[in-house]
């Protein structure tokens, strides 16, 4: 039963009681596991380009740069980096001397924060010992690394200086992200109590890059939405309180971060994760990569456009609908068994409401054990077939076929996507309603001592673009160099 103090706190939120149910009847009849039709592979919906099909794309998008189309690059860069620093903070409890940490303290220079590090130690009179190091490194008479995002903490050296993997974005927004008017848009989504930290980093260095690259940076910034956050349960599935008597909300996920996305108006939108940045050395590949999938992706819905225009006409002929269908199957990996019953005029009906979509193009790179949602074919509500990416919180591991899809599939996702958002008359698409709210998860967290029931929105690139149209293309491994430990930064990708 709510109380007059609930109802204000949830307007406060902007969260509607018939939300509140909903969340509440998601703890009671949990998620549907997702039926699966096969790993997707190189046979069976990835698309490898062959030479002359790079060219090609490749070319689409520099003639596209040169359109009036605007381009986006969003890049989530809310999360802590606390995860990152997840042996440090145990060596700290119980000085444990791992090979882990080892291995931090034999390098500490190698580093980019290294000559920061060096000063905050002086500063404090820190020992120069692994503890002295990691306690300067994460405590806030230091660098307070332990408490920042990792968009704010130097990954990569150069000789006029560190970079941040905010700048690296930068930089590599100038690369492949460049309109005809010298723009570069980028959209950084990030926590309330960091926004005034990126907002001070991005105006110091935007300059130099601009100055550098000859562009012009239009970098907006927006935060997770209160109303996205989702209701936490009690074992019997009864709104959790916290100790101060309100009942607790947490945020839902990166699936929240759809509202964001929807918010923004351009009509290409690459999506990349924060830590998934290499130095200047390595940038060619990454922006061949990108530009390859962009590529794709404005060559495919040029054809789907047009193909609706075809629709709109009214003149088609029955061998004009087959050519649909095969572009649907064949291009965009979407089938549907049901096809072969409908009349003609019932099935240009229906290819218009499959084409007239959202699309993106995901990059996929092979298996190598990283972790990292894997690409499948699987079943929607309306009983057709296509491309998602899914986490294996989603797949049913008692069922043995599932299970051995996902362990051995060929292929996963690095989050390297590139969407397009307007329909074929410019308008932009509502992206709320391409999502799939049965493609949620509960998870089990604590909070005071107490056991709780946690919500997770459909993943963004989840079940939150499950109704768009997706197409998976392989890219190479050395695209993909995410940093998810301090260590990683040692690898030869980010030295």
Not at 134 to 156: C, D, Q, R, T, V
Request: glycine share 8%.
């Amino acid at each position: 039963m709510l109380t007059q103090e609930d109802k204000e706190f949830l307007a406060q939120k902007g969260i509607s009681e018939e939300k509140l149910n909903a969340q509440l009847d998601n703890f009671k009849t949990g998620f549907p596991w997702l039926k699966l039709a096969g790993a997707a592979s190189p046979e069976k919906g990835i698309t490898i380009p062959t030479d002359d099909d790079k060219k090609s794309y490749l070319a689409a998008w520099d003639e596209y740069l040169n359109g009036t189309g605007k381009v986006l690059k969003f890049v989530p860069a809310s999360g802590a980096a606390s995860r990152m620093f997840k042996n440090l903070f145990e060596y700290l409890d119980n000085e444990e001397m791992t090979d882990f940490i080892q291995k931090f303290d034999d390098n500490t220079d190698k580093y980019a924060f290294c000559q920061a590090l060096k000063e905050a130690m002086a500063k404090n009179g820190a020992e120069n010992n692994a503890k002295g190091k990691i306690a300067s490194l994460l405590g806030k008479e230091g660098l307070n690394y332990g408490n920042l995002p990792k968009g704010l903490l130097l990954f990569h050296n150069y000789e006029d200086g560190p970079r941040t993997p905010v700048e690296e974005h930068l930089v590599e927004g100038a690369l492949y992200a460049k309109g005809n008017d010298g723009n570069v848009n980028i959209h950084f989504t990030v926590s309330p109590e960091h926004r005034s930290l990126f907002e001070a980093l991005v105006a110091g260095k935007a300059s130099k890059y601009e100055e550098k690259f000859g562009v012009k940076y239009g970098i907006s910034f927006s935060e997770q939405k209160s109303s996205t956050d989702t209701v936490a349960a009690n074992p019997d599935n009864t709104p959790f309180r916290g100790k101060d008597g309100k009942i607790l909300f947490r945020p839902g996920g990166h699936g929240a971060l759809i509202e964001n996305l929807n918010d923004l108006d351009a009509d290409v939108i690459f999506i990349k994760n924060i830590d998934n940045v290499v130095p200047d050395r390595l940038k060619p590949e990454t922006v061949e990569y990108k530009k390859l999938i962009a590529g794709v992706l404005v060559s495919k819905q040029q054809k789907s456009f047009e193909y609706i225009k075809l629709l709109d006409s009214g003149s088609y002929t029955h061998a004009q609908l087959e050519e649909i269908i095969h572009f649907l199957r064949d291009e965009l990996s979407c089938r549907n068994p049901e096809l072969k019953v409908l009349e003609d005029s019932e099935l240009a009906i229906y290819l218009k409401s499959k084409l007239n979509r959202p699309m993106r193009v995901c990059g996929m790179v092979k298996n190598v054990g990283e972790p990292g949602g894997g690409p499948f074919l699987a079943y929607n509500q309306d009983g057709t077939i296509s491309l998602q990416i899914l986490e294996s919180s989603q797949i049913d591991k008692d069922n043995a076929e599932y299970l051995a899809m996902f362990q051995n599939g060929t292929h996963f996702n690095p989050v390297d996507l590139v969407c397009a958002v307007k329909d074929y008359k410019g308008n932009k698409f509502d992206l709320t309603k391409y999502v799939d709210p049965q493609t949620g998860f509960i998870s089990s967290k604590s909070k005071d001592g107490k056991e709780l029931k946690a919500l997770e929105l459909p993943g963004l690139w989840n079940g939150a673009m499950s109704d768009w149209n997706t197409i998976f293309v392989e890219v190479s491994l050395g695209t993909f160099n995410p940093v998810k430990t301090v260590n990683d930064l040692l690898r030869e990708q980010h030295q």
